[in-house]
């Protein structure tokens, strides 16, 4: 697996307020907008837990727009202050993280909702060469009362982290804590680019696909001040978009296969006429729902190589050497003589029953197995012969998997 592709869109430069020239190893980055109520003490605690860790560091924080006097505030707190004007948790961060200057990243949110004392905790693991990405757990930590709503604890934590777990096979307990630290090294392999609220997914995500060594430590969740720019439902949308974005299988491969199989058994029961089964005798009806299924499934499947093959292209995923086999061996011509194969092998029987309807003196058509049947043929025929163009079009740009290490 390889980390996703690194944006390549331009940004404008940030401009800088005040801060300090020495290099340093710790850089905590904390976005803010409108967080006048809190910045000044979440910045003057990161100063305390980088003096505790012992370690030369930096507060740096990344104003997205507010209108408070936050800037200033954290500013005259000791940070030193970037502006970013596209609007987004995600998109500050990234600034953050570009302008930061330590070895060791940490980050965390200006609302007073973690407590930056932590800063030798979550360091310590990364300058001890133990791991890559820390994250902090609340809910294996102390949850204080009033901290998190109980929606989001016993609902929306649960379900997001809980997908996180099954998609992507990671023991991370609090997918969606917003305090973490990583190396410079870990950030480049990661190469985030999303811009919103889902970019506490892509880190997991990332660190995962790049094979990053995670560590989970437990902390205290404070109430946060002043007002929350969350939304809820659309915070969790984001989230859940990006997590069957990059993880097609979830979304195309398998109930692709789950349709191919449940079509292909009642069609290969129903395709010789009526059949009891449960207790019922079961008609041209379910073969049709048969064939539907057929016909969904494989579009689900094609979608599958095509998300797969696009990923491999853009560096987003490593190759499947199942679809390594399959690109290696596919060329245009086979699709196409493939899918022409079974575009007229369902013409033909469609012709056939019209013959045999005229010969019988037109009268009426009841041959409606073989009509259903030819008609799926000639479907996935037509789906296969254009689909071979598309995927001949993804592999124009493709490098040779077997030298990215498939």
Not at 313 to 334: C, D, M, N, S, Y
Request: aromatic content about 8%.
């Amino acid at each position: 697996m390889s980390a996703p592709l690194a944006t390549t869109e331009p940004e404008p430069r940030a401009t800088v307020v005040a801060g300090p020239t020495a290099a340093p190893l710790i850089s905590v980055v904390i976005p803010c907008l409108d967080e006048a109520e809190t910045i000044g003490e979440c910045v003057r605690k990161a100063h305390e837990g980088i003096a505790a860790a012992g370690l030369a560091g930096e507060v740096v924080v990344v104003d997205n727009g507010s209108s408070d006097g936050t800037p200033e505030l954290a500013a005259a707190a000791g940070a030193r202050v970037v502006h970013e004007s596209r609007r987004g948790y995600g998109s500050a961060y990234l600034r953050g993280f570009r302008e930061a200057r330590g070895r060791y990243l940490v980050m965390g949110d200006g609302d007073g909702s973690y407590d930056f004392e932590d800063v030798p905790r979550f360091v310590a693991p990364l300058h001890a060469g133990d791991a890559d990405l820390v994250m902090g757990t609340r809910l294996k930590g102390t949850i204080l009362p009033g901290a998190m709503t109980w929606s989001h604890r016993w609902i929306g934590n649960p379900i997001l982290s809980g997908m996180l777990r099954l998609f992507y096979r990671t023991r991370v307990s609090d997918s969606h804590c917003g305090m973490r630290s990583f190396t410079r090294e870990a950030l480049d392999r990661m190469a985030l680019r999303t811009t919103g609220m889902e970019l506490a997914s892509e880190i997991v995500v990332a660190a995962l696909r790049g094979r990053l060594r995670l560590d989970e430590i437990p902390i205290t969740y404070h109430p946060r001040g002043g007002v929350s720019k969350l939304n809820g439902l659309r915070d969790a949308w984001r989230h859940v978009r990006f997590m069957l974005l990059f993880s097609p299988s979830h979304l195309f491969l398998a109930p692709g296969l789950a349709l191919c199989l449940i079509g292909a058994v009642l069609v290969a029961l129903l395709a010789g006429g009526p059949r009891e089964m449960f207790g019922r005798v079961w008609d041209y009806h379910g073969l049709l729902f048969g064939c539907l299924a057929v016909i969904l499934g494989y579009n689900l499947l094609l979608f599958d190589v095509f998300a797969k093959s696009f990923s491999m292209a853009a560096g987003l995923a490593r190759p499947r050497q199942w679809l390594v086999r399959l690109l290696r061996g596919f060329t245009l011509e086979k699709g196409l003589l493939i899918g022409c194969a079974a575009f007229f092998a369902g013409a033909g029987l469609e012709v056939k029953i019209v013959a045999d309807w005229a010969r019988s003196g037109y009268g009426p058509m009841m041959a409606v197995r073989g009509i259903v049947i030819g008609m799926t043929l000639m479907v996935l025929g037509s789906q296969t012969a254009f689909a071979s163009f598309l995927l001949g079009l993804t592999q124009l740009s493709r490098q040779d998997p077997a030298a990215d290490g498939g």
